[in-house]
C-alpha cells in the first residue's frame, strides 16, 4: 500500500500547474483546470481526505469570480458563496486533522482583447474581498500564504515575466511563489505533527476582520439557491462533530436534489460566452 503523500495541492488550474520542487518530498497534486470552490467541496473526500496528507496547500476561488462580469446584479451572492464554500473547505480540512497553507487568489494579468467585452473591474476587487476573508481563516490548524507581494506589481497586476495569460502563471511565476512557500512552510512547521500553527494575522485583527467576514457572509437562502439537502453526504459528513472517515460515504456520491428548483440566471448566450472564456 502505497504511503499517504505528506502535502497535497488541491484547488483549480491554478493549482494543477503549481509545480512543488523536488525539495518537497512526497506531493500530490489535485488541482483541476476550470474548477469552482463548490467543486472543490464535492470531491475534498475522495480526491484528498482519503489520501490522509499532513497538509493542504489550498488555491481556489478564481473560476467563481470571473462570473461576475456576466452576471454583475448576482457579484454579491457569487462573492459571498466563494468565501462560504472557501471557509468550508479549509474546516472541513482541519476537522479531519489535516493542516492547511490557505493561499490567497492570484492577482490577474493583462486583460487580452478578447475578453475585455467580457470583463469588468470588478473582478480584482471582488478578489481583494475574498483574500480579506481568506486572512481571517488563519489560526493553530491553518496558516494563510498572501500570493500577492510576491507576484503583483506596482499596479496591483501580476508581474508580467509571472503571467502567462489573465490567468494562470509561467513556470517563472511559480518559481517565485515556491521560494516564499519553502519558508513559509518551515516557518510554521507544518510538516511536524501535533505542533500547533502561528496566526499569520494579529489576533485582535484576525478577530474584527473574521466578524466582518462572518456577518458579510451569513446565508440568505432566497439568493443562494442550493442548500446543505443538495450537497453530497460525504462533505455534510466532514463538519466539526462529524463521524471518522472510515464511516463516511465512499465512492459513488450523489447530490441529493435540492428542495427547491434553482432559478434560471442565465440566456444560453451568456452560458456559451462563458464557456469560450474558461
Not at 66 to 85: E, H, S, T
Not at 94 to 120: D, K, Y
Not at 205 to 232: I, L
Amino acid at each position: 500500500m502505497a504511503a499517504s503523500p505528506a502535502l497535497v495541492v488541491c484547488g483549480d488550474s491554478r493549482a494543477a500547474q503549481w509545480q512543488l520542487p523536488r525539495t518537497f518530498a512526497n506531493v500530490a497534486n489535485r488541482g483541476i483546470g476550470s474548477q469552482t470552490t463548490v467543486q472543490v467541496l464535492g470531491r475534498l473526500p475522495l480526491d484528498v481526505l482519503a489520501l490522509r496528507p499532513r497538509v493542504v496547500l489550498l488555491q481556489v476561488g478564481v473560476n467563481d469570480l470571473k462570473a461576475i462580469p456576466l452576471f454583475p446584479g448576482r457579484a454579491d451572492a457569487i462573492r459571498a458563496r466563494c468565501k462560504r464554500n472557501i471557509e468550508r473547505i479549509v474546516r472541513t480540512l482541519a476537522a479531519n486533522q489535516i493542516r492547511v497553507a490557505a493561499t490567497t487568489i492570484f492577482p490577474l494579468g493583462a486583460v487580452p482583447p478578447e475578453r475585455r467585452p467580457f470583463w469588468s473591474p470588478d473582478m480584482a476587487r471582488a478578489i481583494a474581498d475574498v483574500n480579506g476573508c481568506i486572512a481571517t481563516l488563519a489560526d493553530e490548524s491553518t496558516t494563510v500564504f498572501d500570493t500577492g507581494p510576491v507576484l503583483r506589481d506596482e499596479r496591483g497586476a501580476v508581474r508580467p515575466r509571472y503571467g502567462r495569460d489573465l490567468l494562470h502563471l509561467t513556470p517563472e511565476g511559480y518559481a517565485a511563489l515556491n521560494a516564499e512557500v519553502a519558508k513559509h512552510l518551515a516557518e510554521q512547521s507544518l510538516g511536524t505533527p501535533g505542533r500547533k500553527l502561528r496566526p499569520t494575522v494579529r489576533t485582535g485583527e484576525n478577530h474584527e476582520r473574521r466578524s466582518r467576514c462572518a456577518q458579510a457572509n451569513r446565508r440568505n437562502p432566497a439568493e443562494d439557491g442550493a442548500d446543505d439537502a443538495g450537497r453530497p453526504e460525504a462533505v455534510r459528513h466532514c463538519h466539526p462533530g462529524a463521524a471518522p472517515l472510515s464511516n463516511r460515504a465512499g465512492p459513488g456520491l450523489r447530490s441529493r436534489p435540492s428542495a427547491r428548483p434553482r432559478q434560471k440566471e442565465s440566456s444560453p448566450l451568456a452560458a456559451v460566452l462563458l464557456a469560450r472564456i474558461s
